[in-house]
């Protein structure tokens, strides 16, 4: 049992869908602008008691079913978020307690790259034997984080969680992690104002996202697509083995300069949950896959290619084999 597989995914999105119209009003835009530039028509906003531990939790019950195991038999658990408002708790430590455990719990923060981060740290613990089963969590609130009346902002976050059971297996259901950081230009994308100056001047507005989106999308077009290769090299594949696509669902605009730039097999199927589920950031990427399997796009034993990428900035990617 010298490598890491994952066993099930798992979902959770929020109750309400909001579409672009209802956006449009508070930052002078239109349906149209929202979907030609993103390629999203509508996303899903958390309801007030949709927390973000009633998510993840979500989230993780149904990787637990999917993965046919209960909690008990879990041997820690990862949670990648960017929007965990209470860090003292940990979102990990609160999710283990909600699942009955008094399991190891890592909180993680990479941005929108995080779940291909924790998906790098799972794999190594499992092959390691530090454990033989891990929860790996993405779970995000990111409207308590978005200014509704900023035009480059309001119409691209949203919430939701989505997870994977991985366990210890024969075969390798995980490649290698390629992954890296560019913190000089990684003030493209960031809280104003952080929390210390609010702390130091509590006149100030909240905390809320700032973008220069097309700094953003720039640095992702002509990176992930490297990015994506090497991952595929350090799995011993080639892109021409690859079956499903998940970019990070930012926009759908990256997601077809990802496709543009690689050279995929015509049969490849690429994520678009982007297009009713906005983007989740660490979330997105599980909740892109668990849509695909449960619309029937993808099969057990498909190859997919994960890149994750964002603020920070930061990236993180690797080929898996779909349970
Ligand atoms: C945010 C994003 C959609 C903005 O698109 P853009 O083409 O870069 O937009 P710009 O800010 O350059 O503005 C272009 C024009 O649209 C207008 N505009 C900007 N925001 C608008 C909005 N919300 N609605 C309507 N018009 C808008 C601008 O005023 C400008 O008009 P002008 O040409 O008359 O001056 C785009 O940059 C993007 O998606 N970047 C990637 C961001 C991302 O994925 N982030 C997540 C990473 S995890």
């Known amino acids: 049992m010298a490598h890491a597989a994952v066993l099930g995914i798992g979902a959770y999105r929020p109750g309400r869908q909001v579409p672009n119209e209802e956006i449009c009003g508070e930052i002078d835009s239109s349906d149209e602008w929202i979907r030609t530039r993103t390629g999203i028509a509508e996303r899903g906003w958390a309801l007030p008691e949709e ?44 999710l283990a307690a909600a699942l009955g455990t008094e399991l190891p719990a890592l909180e993680i923060n990479a941005t929108c790259a995080g779940f291909c981060y924790g998906l790098g740290l799972a794999r190594d613990l499992l092959r390691g034997g530090t454990a033989d089963r891990i929860l790996l969590v993405g779970a995000e609130r990111l409207t308590d984080v978005l200014d509704r ?15 994977f059971v991985l366990g210890r297996s024969e075969t390798e259901g995980v490649g ?11 003030k493209v994308l960031k809280l104003i104002p952080d929390y210390t100056e609010l702390r130091n001047d509590p006149t100030l507005s909240k905390p809320s996202i700032s973008m220069e989106g097309r700094r953003v999308f720039k640095w992702a077009a002509e990176q992930m697509p490297k990015v994506a290769e090497e991952a595929c090299k350090a799995a011993g594949v080639s892109l021409a083995d690859i079956d499903v696509l998940v970019p990070h669902q930012a926009n759908q605009r990256i997601t077809e300069v990802i496709v543009k730039g690689l050279d995929l097999p015509e049969r490849v199927v690429v994520a ?52």
Request: hydrophobic share 45%; aromatic share 4%; net charge negative.
């Open 51 to 94: 927390t973000l531990e009633v998510m993840a939790l979500g989230a993780a019950t149904d990787a637990l079913a999917a993965a046919g195991i209960g909690a008990a038999s879990l041997g820690m658990i990862l949670v990648a978020t960017c929007t965990n408002g209470q860090p003292i708790q940990p979102l990990a430590i609160r």
């Open 149 to 163: 009346s900023d035009r480059g902002t309001a119409f691209i976050f949203a919430d939701g969680a989505g997870a």
């Open 176 to 186: 290698p992690v390629v992954w890296g950081s560019d913190g000089e230009r990684g």
């Open 272 to 323: 678009d949950d982007i297009v009713t589920t906005g983007n989740t950031s660490s979330a997105s990427i599980p909740l892109a896959l668990h849509r695909m399997r449960a619309e029937g796009r993808v099969k057990p034993g498909d190859r997919a290619l994960l890149i994750g990428f964002g603020g920070g900035l930061a990236y993180a990617a690797q080929v898996v084999t779909l349970p």
